[in-house]
């Protein structure tokens, strides 16, 4: 049976790299029945619509959702990012956000391979907090951290078994325990306990500072990274510059207990800039599909497509989306 995406090209680049990344999954001879749904910046300025809860629960009757990019300069920082991308990983309960690094970092030769867990529904995005008297001398800004046992121990254990199905069977921890002691010490204990039900996985523990430095000048030392939804956020930027670009980072919301459809989406933003040019990498759009295919069952389609983006593909968007859809079909 035809897999049901839910399909937001969203704003910028996003329709461009989304059409392409539909091209090769079809080219991989998956059979998909797409919807799409005409949300992100754009949609908003025309009619006020971000995402409602109707079309919330339109979206939890999908197998999946692809998205390709949401924002744009005319509205201001935050309203399609809370009010759309975070409420899709809030309300769908998308608590993993996985990032896969594979490249060779710059002034390197060999090539690197780790993924970062990120927990994805906690963390100083739940939004907590508050402004006093906004705009005055004695004015008062606090933006909390949520972490909770449960939040954490099922991201966590996400990590540990994820790392389980991988050759070097190794976890990372990364945070900031000498600093931030309450929510360190929460995920260090928890780690710990997880880290028990898993004997074949060796450990290690990086506070987030020491991280990036090891992302650049080490980062053979990583095979599975779980961390907190800001950590995550900054480090898989990092993990992107040092793993060929942006225009290459894949990510993928997921909601391993299935309760609703998980979602899947390149890491890069709606590049205003370039919308049009034909300069959008469709790479990480077309990668973040085979995360998404991995994800409905289709390993196998998921690998021909992480086979056919290698070697690197020049050209414009559409050249680049063309030139690894025929290296799928003449398989
Ligand atoms: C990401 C993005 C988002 C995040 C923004 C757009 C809210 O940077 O997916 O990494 O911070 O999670
Ligand atoms: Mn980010």
Aim: hydrophobic share 40%; aromatic share 6%.
């Amino acid at each position: 049976m035809a897999h049901r995406i839910a399909v937001i090209g969203g704003d910028g680049i996003g329709p461009e790299v989304t059409a392409e990344a539909l091209k090769v999954v079809r080219a991989a001879g998956v059979a998909i029945e797409t919807t799409d749904f005409d949300l992100g910046g754009q949609r908003y300025l025309r009619d006020g619509e971000i995402l409602s809860d109707a079309v919330l629960e339109q979206l939890r009757h999908f197998d999946a959702i692809l998205l390709g990019a949401v924002g744009t300069p005319d509205v201001p920082p935050g309203v399609i990012e809370r009010g759309l991308l975070l409420k899709m990983r809030f309300e769908l309960d998308l608590y993993v956000n996985q990032r896969p690094f594979v490249g060779v970092a710059p002034g390197k030769t060999a090539v690197h391979d780790f993924i970062v867990i990120r927990e994805n529904t906690e963390g100083p995005y739940v939004g907590e907090g508050g402004v006093l008297r906004r705009g005055t001398p004695h004015e008062v800004a606090t933006q909390g951290s949520t972490n909770t046992r449960m939040g954490v121990e099922r991201c966590v254990r996400y990590a540990f078994e994820l790392a389980m199905k991988r050759e070097r069977k190794h976890v990372t921890l990364v945070h900031k325990t000498n600093v931030l002691t309450y929510s360190g010490d929460l995920w260090e204990r928890t780690f710990n306990i997880v880290a028990k039900d898993f004997p074949q996985v060796k450990t290690a523990y990086n506070h987030v500072d020491a991280a990036c430095i090891y992302f650049v000048e080490d980062p053979y030392r990583y095979d599975v990274i779980v961390t907190d939804n800001l950590f995550g956020d900054i480090l898989t930027d990092l993990g992107g510059a040092v793993s060929g670009g942006i225009g290459l980072a894949s990510s993928a919301n997921l909601n391993p207990s299935r309760t609703g459809p998980s979602m899947f989406e390149p890491s890069h933003g709606s590049a205003p800039d370039i919308v049009g040019t034909g300069k959008a990498n469709p790479t990480a759009a077309i990668l973040s599909a085979a995360l998404m295919l991995d994800f409905l069952g289709e390993n196998a389609a998921a690998d021909r497509v992480r086979g056919a983006c290698e070697p690197a593909v020049t050209g414009t968007t559409v050249e680049i989306g063309n030139a690894i859809a025929a290296r799928l079909a003449s398989k």
